[in-house]
């Protein structure tokens, strides 16, 4: 809208966006009482002055209010995302794989360096028996920066990846 924080304030009902609007609310009052009240108060410099310091006060206060905005859209992606790693999780764990993958490969999209999501990607490609494929996705992940803090995980898998090929070749045998 054209207030600033009206729009934030609607939508979220967030006390920021209330203390931006009050804050334009109280510059605009000002102008007002001294522009058209207090009429001797204000020379046509001072006025036009102010009228400046109006334009500037509601610019920035838009733009406060827009990054505001724009965080909290961003933060309620982040939890739709969560909350997607979480549903994945629920189905991985009950040997839902399809439902997993298609899920994974979702978050995997919107972020290709989730390596939450690359983790639980490599094991359920492990369960799944498609071992390249874990392994893949285990490479791809340690060159990720964050993959150090995954470093035992990764190793882990791998190991597991190694027994379950170790297996599957004598039992072929």
Same mark, same amino acid.
Do not use: C
């Given at each position: 809208? %054209?207030?600033? !924080? =009206?729009? *934030?304030?609607?939508?979220? *009902?967030?006390?920021? %966006?209330? @203390?931006?609007?009050? !804050? %334009?609310?109280?510059?605009?009052?000002? @102008?007002?009482?001294?522009? %058209?009240?207090?009429?001797?108060?204000?020379?046509?410099?001072?006025?036009?002055? @102010?009228?400046?310091?109006?334009?500037?006060?509601? &610019? !920035?206060?838009?733009?406060?209010?827009?990054?505001?905005?724009?965080? &909290?859209?961003?933060?309620?992606?982040?939890?739709?995302?969560?909350?997607?790693?979480?549903?994945? $999780?629920?189905? =991985?764990?009950? *040997?839902?794989?399809?439902?997993?993958?298609? +899920?994974?490969? *979702?978050?995997?999209?919107?972020?290709?360096?989730?390596?939450?999501?690359?983790?639980?990607?490599?094991?359920?490609?492990?369960?799944?028996?498609? =071992?390249?494929?874990?392994?893949?996705?285990?490479?791809?992940?340690?060159? +990720?920066?964050?993959? !150090?803090?995954? @470093?035992?995980?990764?190793?882990?898998?791998?190991?597991?990846? $190694?027994? $379950? &090929?170790?297996?599957?070749?004598? &039992?072929?045998?």
């Amino acid at each position: 809208m %054209f207030w600033p !924080g =009206y729009d *934030g304030l609607v939508r979220y *009902g967030r006390w920021t %966006f209330l @203390f931006v609007a009050l !804050g %334009f609310a109280l510059i605009l009052d000002v @102008f007002i009482v001294l522009n %058209f009240y207090w009429t001797a108060s204000l020379t046509p410099m001072q006025r036009n002055g @102010f009228l400046i310091v109006l334009a500037v006060a509601w &610019i !920035g206060l838009s733009l406060i209010a827009g990054a505001r905005r724009r965080a &909290i859209d961003s933060a309620r992606t982040a939890d739709a995302t969560e909350n997607k790693f979480s549903e994945a $999780a629920v189905h =991985y764990l009950r *040997g839902h794989w399809y439902e997993t993958e298609h +899920l994974l490969l *979702g978050l995997l999209t919107k972020n290709p360096r989730d390596v939450e999501a690359l983790m639980m990607q490599a094991t359920l490609y492990r369960h799944t028996k498609r =071992y390249d494929e874990a392994l893949a996705v285990l490479d791809k992940m340690q060159l +990720l920066e964050d993959s !150090g803090h995954w @470093f035992l995980e990764i190793e882990t898998e791998r190991r597991l990846i $190694a027994a $379950a &090929i170790d297996e599957a070749t004598e &039992i072929s045998r």
